[in-house]
């Protein structure tokens, strides 16, 4: 059960792009949607960032070239139950063979096509299953199709996590929306698992790539479940410019508007994400400020976030704030002085300059643990940086679903 | 239950050394000893390590300070229930006043006095708990008191942790026994949470403490359960001399297996803690060969040791081979080239040169993965740099149980 999370039950549609999905019975049993196909209008912008798991997927490295050599994308296709990692050559052909496919049915260049995959890693994905099904998912494609995307990449996801959001600039709305899926695994290097952002405003290829790797920072690159990072991490953002607004043409403040919604909306869906975290049961937000300098508040932040026993602590709203002291004191930073670090559980302070603070006591600690959304704040006094992190706790359902997963 | 490990029944006195324990009441309710002292004869040495945590406990801070100030270090007390950590200038107090006393009961140096505290952080030790018992623990004194004293060092362990040794030079025979305590918050920065190691030889301070520095490498320095690295880690090693038997005064062979047997006894006690990890059903040793330089090799160690994807996965004994090769990926290491790595699990070949093996079946996985005892062995034919980790699985137990901790 997601953590103060209700699934949104519309999806706006943006400018320029059509979805279709179907059940290619991929992996599931059970009936569900596990293919999808995005297109994308001519002329569009779209900016990518990948795992950075040296054992990345078939799929991503597909990605990286087709990137590299075709300015312009116009399908993305995405099926979820096997994610075609350690596959080997057989696994890129399996990939480059759906990518033909699709190039073939919709008469584009094969590098127009990127291919994403999500499940299951180390088993060779049936390409054929989503092969024979090309014709009918290009038949389908609809601007409206939004919501049952969103739904057919999910994988140990129990909710679908997208979001549509609206601007006006000069009398023209410009619409962004996107959808994310991924619950375990999670640490992602530069994005979670899937993650597609479509926004109808005109933006230049690099200028969208260096605002994609800037939202990143403070989104998807802020949030982990269990340290792991995905084979398959890939966040894709794409401006169709059917909107008719540009982002060049806009003043300065309506270009700052125009990127925090393209931020806003990468941030809440990675929050989805934490939010729908395998087995979690709070969300966490840590919060590590008046550090040096902005990668080393984001260690100590992790260093909390990923800490074991941090997050069982959390799991049983103990306000065990030893372990906080601990996770904090095993961050791999220079120069950390105790002595100057203050902590808060919520509003009430732990921690002061390094000494047990006099007001606390185990019933304040106690009311900020038992609450679903939890803020641990952290002051280093040794600077004017800071970083936040989002993470959730660790409970026997974890266990139970990654011991389980294959089986 | 410990994977593998049934405890010692005897433990070999160490010339020079006498050992007291009982019941202080510190935190536990049912009666068990809680409290240690430990007596080292006059002109031995004393070598320490202690945690790298930034928040390191009072009496870590205590011990180094004496250290450093006093070369005849006389009696080591340690206490178990309350870790001193996170106490601040109270909790410096504490330590400096158990330490007193004892310097004031046995006629010694302040200094020569060094304080050890485990189990919960953040709450203030009842110093005079064990004040008010120090004539009694130093009446108690005795070479024989090895098994009590591993008992009583015990926290969250379902098992005294202990281990003696013997070799012979020219006759004499040098005895080691070592002890040690610790299941969760392990991953040491130079040494699990408290170990003890006494032996009769005579090796010169200097010498001792680069004995020591080397033998935690390949023993403490390479475990890990939950990754997170206690704020009380503190390893000491006695070398009283009294068995006659002169470390400089051996020939080159005779000293190489004099050192072995330090290093010997580290490890297997080091290995102790991972067999009695909390909640582990499995002990799994990750071996990474062929690989640029050390350090290189035991970060990949690391970050599957680390993985809770993997450690899930050998709870569910489910041969999960992708969730390896995540953790391999997702390692901080430079130009890893997965093209290259071949990896194992015990014989069975999973992935030979970065391509699935075609000999694997998921039958020959079911068999390695279904053992208490796994080898998990990762080549990466780029060097000949190799290093080992050990570490336990991710059980419901481990949540438990860390859950559970404090109420």
Redesign the interface.
Known sequence: MPVNYSPTTSLLPVKGIRLASLDANIRYKHDRDDLTLIEISESSSVAGVFT?????AAPVTVCRDHLQQEDDIRYLVINAGN?N??????GMTSAQMICAEIADETGTALNSVLPFSTG????QLPYWKIVERVEELVEKLDADNWMTAAKAIMTTDTTMKAVSKTADFDGKTVTITGMTKGA??IEP?MATMLAYVAIDAEIQQDTLQTILNEAVGCSFNSITV??????NDSLMLMATGQSGVVLNELNDEDQSTLIELINATCQELAQAIIRDAEGATKFVTINVEAAPDYAYAKEIAYSVA????VK??L??S?P????L???????PVKD?D?RKISLWLGETLL?EN???AESYSEELGQIEMNKEEIVIRISLNAGEAEACIWTSD???E???I??????
Request: charged share 20%; with cysteine.
């Open positions: 950075q798991n040296a054992f990345c994610a990692a350690g596959t080997g050559e057989e299951v890693i180390g088993e375990g695994m290097n269990d340290s792991d990072t995905s084979t990923r800490s074991p026993l069982t602590a799991f049983a103990d065990n704030w030893g372990r002291l601990m996770a904090v004191g095993k961050a950390l105790v921690l390094g000494e047990p660790l409970s026997h974890y266990v139970t990654n011991a389980e997963y294959r089986s």
